[in-house]
């Protein structure tokens, strides 16, 4: 799929203002791709778009990726209740009906949460748009168990998933 607009071309400024936000407060990533992006026209390509910023933020200090991962909200967290996420995560938890949470499913999301935190040292991080929160629960569930690198791992897979579904999202696919 192309970048209709090919953005970085036509407006430095409009491109970083664009995708500033696919990473969890941390624009770097986006500023990184932008000189590779103006300089090879198959970065276009929305899955060539993501793929570089993907590597680009594998490939990062192992200090900036945690930095990224402790930048991510809880899910049904403090931050989500007192209406302080970013606007993609705002609507990534709606979705996942996570603003519909009922009394006892907040205390069973901070109770996850903390024993997840408590364990591993970053918050719980999954993809949720397109999820329900029995899928969110499972996961934590089954993710609890994991070694803390294997978690960090997964973390970092999970937020180049929220940035693809956020590219995709700006785009409206």
């Avoid at 276009?44 to 680009?56: D, G, T």
């Avoid at 200090?63 to 996420?85: F, R, S």
């Avoid at 937020?159 to 999202?169: D, F, Q, S, V």
Wanted: aromatic share 10%; net charge negative; with cysteine.
């Amino acid at each position: 799929m192309e970048l209709p607009l090919n953005l970085a071309q036509q407006s430095a400024e409009a491109f970083l203002k664009t995708f500033e936000n696919l990473y969890e407060h941390t624009p770097w990533f986006v500023e990184k791709s932008l000189p590779l992006v103006l300089a090879d026209k198959k970065y276009n390509s929305l899955e060539k778009f993501h793929e570089l910023l993907s590597n680009i933020m594998l490939n990062a200090d192992s200090d900036l990726q945690d930095n990224l991962i402790i930048a991510h909200p809880t899910l049904a967290g403090k931050k989500a209740q007192n209406n302080e996420l970013t606007d993609f995560s705002t609507t990534e938890q709606k979705s996942a009906g996570l603003s519909d949470c009922s009394d006892s499913e907040i205390e069973l999301f901070e109770e996850l949460n903390r024993e997840y935190f408590a364990k591993f040292d970053f918050p719980f991080i999954m993809a949720v748009k397109e999820k329900n929160k029995s899928d969110i629960i499972s996961q934590f569930k089954e993710r609890k168990d994991n070694s803390k690198n294997q978690e960090r791992s997964n973390a970092l897979d999970e937020i180049n998933k929220i940035a693809w579904l956020r590219i995709k999202e700006i785009y409206g696919i």
